[in-house]
């Protein structure tokens, strides 16, 4: 199977700042990779697919890049709403498999 | 708009059996594959089981294989889950999960809001 590894596991940041989160795949998965914003108790939400197309409703602060092995997803300007947790998630192979989630505080 | 709507969850002793459903409305049900998602407490996403639009492919995570079936009545707009052998360790969050339109595999861009599953003796 195809393992996900996010990195950070965590992060802390404030209202404005740019940050970045990086994913990286076990083997090459082209572009096949989707990013989820998930808040406590909530189920998670669609951000961004194929590693660079934002869903529809999604602010575009949200940017996602990358191919190959290694994703990033950028918030260009962090607002309050944004402090969550984030799931990277392949798939290009019938095994769907998550990144183990990064959580963004707030510092 | 897209609905999902988990139920079935609850409690049950390890060794012992459970059903999920997802009823599911806002879309031709009968032209999606579907599948299960779960979270432990505190834990990250964890894909289970995926079933293909007619019923007809499943493909199943290797830490449930051969205890779980997906399944689905496409006359009823309703996914199941059929867990057997449960084990501590199946104790999560389940979610239903719609993936976008075009050939298999794509990501889910809508979710129930779970059904919480608890193995304890």
């Known amino acids: 199977d195809i393992q996900m590894t996010q990195s950070p596991s965590t992060l802390s940041a404030s209202v404005g700042d740019r940050v970045t989160i990086t994913c990286r795949a076990s083997q090459s998965i082209s572009s096949w990779l989707a990013w989820y914003q998930q808040k406590p108790g909530k189920a998670p939400k669609f951000l961004i697919y194929k590693a660079s197309s934002l869903e529809s409703g999604v602010p575009s602060r949200f940017s996602g890049s990358g191919s190959g092995t290694e994703f990033t997803l950028t918030i260009s300007s962090l607002q309050p709403d944004d402090f969550a947790t984030y799931y990277c998630?392949?798939?290009?192979?019938?095994?769907?498999?998550f990144g183990q989630g990064t959580k963004v505080e707030i510092k | 708009q897209v609905q999902l709507v988990e139920s079935g969850g609850g409690v049950v002793q390890p060794g012992g059996s459970l059903r999920l459903s997802c009823a599911a409305s806002?879309?031709?049900?009968?032209?999606?594959?579907m599948h299960w998602v779960r979270q432990a407490p505190g834990k990250g996403l964890e894909w289970v089981a995926y079933?293909?639009?007619?019923?007809?492919?499943?493909h199943y995570a290797d830490s449930v294989k051969g205890r779980f079936t997906i399944s689905r009545d496409n006359s009823k707009n309703t996914l199941y889950l059929q867990m057997n052998s449960l084990r501590d360790e199946d104790t999560a969050v389940y979610y239903c999960?719609?993936?976008?339109?075009?050939?298999?595999?794509?990501?889910?861009?809508?979710w129930g809001q779970g059904s919480l599953v608890t193995v304890s003796s």
């Open positions: 998630q392949q798939y290009n192979t019938y095994s769907w498999t």
């Open positions: 806002g879309f031709t049900f009968s032209s999606y594959g």
């Open positions: 079933i293909r639009y007619d019923g007809n492919n499943e």
């Open positions: 999960g719609k993936p976008i339109g075009g050939d298999p595999p794509q990501p889910f861009d809508s």
